[in-house]
Antibody, heavy 118, light 106 residues
Framework: EVQLVESGGGLVQPGRSLKLSCAAS????????MAWVRQAPTKGLEWVAS????????YYRDSVKGRFTISRDNAKNTLYLQIDSLRSEDTATYYC???????????WGQGVMVTVSS | DTVLTQSPALAVSPGERVTISCRAS??????MHWYQQKPGQQPTLLIY???NLESGVPARFSGSGSGTDFTLTIDPVEADDTATYYC?????????FGGGTKLELK
């Protein structure tokens, strides 16, 4: 059974940093592109970033380029999202998602909440 | 960015047939996918590549369309289908989602 379990969220002041983690199990993690998708409170879904199987290629939406860093550790079956210079508009539930080609999301974690507020 | 437009909400009675539409601002070929999100839960994949039913999803769900116009059909609707439904395209970068259609049962 595929499982994706996110952690690392919380209440953070504007301008600070946070690192989210996603522990994957139930599939051969190193064989799959992975992604982060977020959802602001009462809003829709928004793709944030993706990473290739080996981690050498990363892709971001324009609004987070330079502030967000997606990475992965295939030995630990774990996906990460480093978020720097947090803004109020980054307040959202962040989902880790397994990607199936051509880039849709076949499994999602339960999500982790990030709240940016002073 | 490719904008995906969905009707905000629909209300139907159990047993009826419902169609949820998604219109893209430019062609996405058949690279359109549908998700269901129940309140307080993560999204789940229903349909991929416009018309392919994901394993384990009831055959009451079906998808169709190509280019810019797509449809998710539920027939017949059951009480458990109360949820928000999202379309998502993967033809153009960045990958984008529709705003979601909230389905309510009468």
């Amino acid at each position: 059974e595929v499982q994706l379990v996110e952690s690392g969220g919380g209440l953070v002041q504007p301008g600070r940093s946070l690192k989210l983690s996603c522990a994957a199990s139930g599939f051969t993690y190193s064989n799959y592109v992975m992604a982060w998708v977020r959802q602001a409170p009462t809003k829709g879904l928004e793709w944030v970033a993706s990473i290739s199987t080996g981690g050498g290629n990363t892709y971001y939406r324009d609004s987070v380029k330079g502030r967000f860093t997606i990475s992965r550790d295939n030995a630990k079956n774990t996906l990460y999202l480093q978020i720097d210079s947090l803004r109020s508009e980054d307040t959202a539930t962040y989902y880790c998602a397994k990607v199936r080609s051509p880039h849709y999301f076949d499994y999602w974690g339960q999500g982790v909440m990030v709240t940016v507020s002073s | 960015d490719t904008v995906l437009t969905q009707s905000p909400a629909l209300a139907v009675s159990p047993g009826e047939r419902v169609t949820i539409s998604c219109r893209a601002s430019e062609s996405v070929s058949t690279l359109m996918h549908w998700y269901q999100q129940k309140p307080g839960q993560q999204p789940t994949l229903l349909i991929y590549l416009a018309s392919n039913l994901e394993s384990g999803v009831p055959a009451r769900f079906s998808g169709s369309g190509s280019g810019t116009d797509f449809t998710l059909t539920i027939d017949p609707v059951e009480a458990d289908d109360t949820a928000t439904y999202y379309c998502q395209q993967s033809w153009n970068d960045p990958r984008t989602f529709g705003g979601g259609t909230k389905l309510e049962l009468k």
